[in-house]
């Protein structure tokens, strides 16, 4: 009786072990999901594991988990108590993990046990690489005008293994005017690069910072680019230059002639003559309007204006550049000490008119007195 039990223990324990070997070949891993692909040091992701019972028989699990390592914390693992897995049947056990500050390459490992003894064991391979995104500035003017506007262009590319997606660029400044106010790029693939155009008026001096954000799966991401607003004159920006000033009297007031030239690299457009206060601009030329001035061109204008009892009056000239932005530059005229306006009167001659036709009376009657006499 004894040989007997000992025979039937034997036989229940190789019946055990043989369904717990079943069990274990039956099920397998079908499938890894991992969110990010590659993660960034400090990144939360998440990792699923598929299995999927192969077999003709359902399958009692007692116990499922996912197990970190140094680098690797699982901060969620909800599938961890019994359940069954029915023939041909998958499941999908999915867990929240953060890495650390390390890159590399990781093995957090999958596990799951089987009612009545068996187990199986899946590592699960993550990918840590702290690159960010590429961003820089590949286009900017070598100096910024105040009220001018200038273009200011962003380069972005992704050094990535993995996708970045919600990539965006947004300019933050209290010195300029700049628009878009944003600009989305979306998604950017392994490789793959864009631009971000902004065009950008200074209207002061302080920095301009691109606020580069992108995500790497569920993580935010920020890449600060900050260049310094300090207005200046522009290189190659047009430069208009008065010479040969000369100023007359007219009736009522002065004339300016003299001659404009555009000293600078780029065209001058739109440009007029003309003076303001304290002198008043009168006809016929209380604006000039020369036009366009190429690099190197010139041209000559006239412009009259009123004003008394000064020494000094300000040439106003205003001109455009290819944007349409305008300028404005002031140069002073000297009025020459003595020069008087010519005084205007209403229906009449004017005193050196009639000074002239009496003098023109008394050469003609001396003539002929004259031609008279040598007849006698």
Same mark, same amino acid.
């Given at each position: 009786?004894?040989?007997?039990?000992?025979?039937?223990?034997?036989?229940?324990?190789?019946?055990?072990?043989?369904?717990?070997? @079943?069990?274990?070949?039956?099920?397998?891993?079908?499938?890894?999901?991992?969110?990010?692909?590659?993660?960034?040091?400090w990144?939360?992701?998440?990792?699923?594991?598929?299995?999927?019972?192969?077999?003709?028989?359902?399958?009692s699990?007692?116990?499922?988990?996912?197990?970190?390592?140094?680098?690797?914390?699982?901060?969620?693992?909800?599938?961890?108590?019994?359940?069954?897995?029915?023939?041909?049947?998958?499941?999908?056990?999915?867990?929240?993990?953060?890495?650390?500050?390390?890159?590399?390459?990781?093995?957090?490992?999958?596990?799951?046990?089987?009612?009545?003894?068996?187990?199986?064991?899946?590592?699960?391979?993550?990918?840590?690489?702290?690159?960010?995104?590429?961003?820089?500035i590949?286009?900017?003017?070598?100096?910024?005008?105040?009220?001018?506007?200038?273009?200011?262009?962003?380069?972005?590319?992704?050094?990535?293994?993995?996708?970045?997606?919600?990539?965006?660029?947004?300019?933050?400044?209290?010195?300029?005017?700049?628009?878009?106010?944003?600009?989305?790029?979306?998604?950017l *693939?392994?490789?793959?690069?864009?631009?971000?155009?902004?065009?950008?008026?200074?209207?002061?001096?302080?920095?301009?910072?691109?606020?580069?954000?992108?995500?790497?799966?569920?993580?935010?991401?920020?890449?600060?680019?900050?260049?310094?607003?300090?207005?200046?004159?522009?290189?190659?920006?047009? @430069?208009?230059?008065?010479?040969?000033?000369?100023?007359?009297?007219?009736?009522?007031?002065?004339?300016?002639?003299?001659?404009? $030239?555009?000293?600078?690299?780029? $065209?001058?457009?739109?440009?007029?003559?003309?003076?303001?206060?304290?002198?008043?601009?009168?006809?016929p030329?209380?604006?000039?309007?020369?036009?366009?001035?190429?690099?190197?061109?010139?041209?000559?204008?006239?412009?009259?204006?009123a004003?008394?009892?000064?020494?000094?009056?300000?040439?106003?000239?205003?001109?455009?550049?290819?944007?349409?932005?305008?300028? *404005?530059?002031?140069?002073?005229?000297?009025?020459? $000490?003595?020069?008087?306006?010519?005084?205007?009167?209403?229906?009449?001659? $004017?005193?050196?008119?009639?000074?002239?036709?009496?003098?023109?009376?008394?050469?003609?009657?001396?003539?002929?007195?004259?031609?008279?006499k040598?007849?006698?």
């Amino acid at each position: 009786m004894r040989i007997y039990l000992i025979l039937l223990v034997l036989c229940a324990a190789l019946i055990s072990t043989g369904a717990a070997a @079943d069990s274990s070949a039956q099920v397998t891993v079908t499938g890894v999901s991992i969110d990010p692909g590659v993660f960034m040091p400090w990144d939360t992701g998440t990792v699923q594991v598929t299995v999927q019972n192969t077999g003709t028989l359902p399958i009692s699990l007692s116990a499922v988990r996912m197990t970190g390592e140094q680098n690797v914390e699982i901060l969620t693992s909800p599938h961890t108590g019994s359940g069954m897995l029915g023939a041909g049947n998958s499941m999908t056990f999915t867990y929240t993990i953060r890495v650390r500050g390390e890159e590399g390459i990781f093995y957090p490992r999958f596990s799951m046990n089987f009612m009545g003894g068996g187990s199986l064991s899946e590592p699960v391979l993550l990918r840590v690489d702290r690159r960010p995104l590429d961003a820089g500035i590949s286009s900017r003017p070598d100096v910024f005008m105040e009220g001018r506007k200038e273009n200011v262009v962003v380069s972005l590319g992704n050094p990535r293994m993995n996708t970045i997606s919600s990539v965006s660029v947004t300019p933050v400044t209290g010195v300029a005017d700049v628009v878009p106010t944003t600009f989305f790029i979306g998604s950017l *693939e392994p490789g793959e690069s864009r631009d971000a155009a902004f065009s950008v008026t200074p209207t002061g001096e302080g920095d301009l910072t691109f606020n580069v954000q992108y995500r790497n799966g569920q993580n935010t991401h920020t890449v600060p680019l900050t260049i310094p607003i300090t207005p200046g004159i522009a290189k190659k920006a047009a @430069d208009p230059i008065v010479s040969n000033i000369e100023v007359t009297s007219v009736a009522g007031g002065y004339r300016i002639t003299g001659d404009v $030239s555009n000293a600078g690299l780029e $065209s001058a457009r739109s440009v007029v003559m003309t003076t303001k206060a304290p002198a008043a601009p009168i006809d016929p030329f209380r604006v000039y309007v020369v036009g366009t001035l190429d690099p190197d061109d010139f041209s000559s204008f006239e412009v009259t204006f009123a004003a008394k009892d000064l020494e000094e009056i300000p040439l106003v000239i205003r001109y455009r550049d290819g944007d349409g932005n305008l300028y *404005e530059e002031t140069v002073m005229a000297t009025i020459r $000490s003595g020069i008087q306006p010519v005084q205007e009167h209403d229906g009449g001659l $004017s005193p050196m008119m009639i000074g002239i036709i009496l003098l023109s009376v008394i050469i003609v009657a001396g003539a002929l007195v004259y031609s008279r006499k040598k007849k006698r």
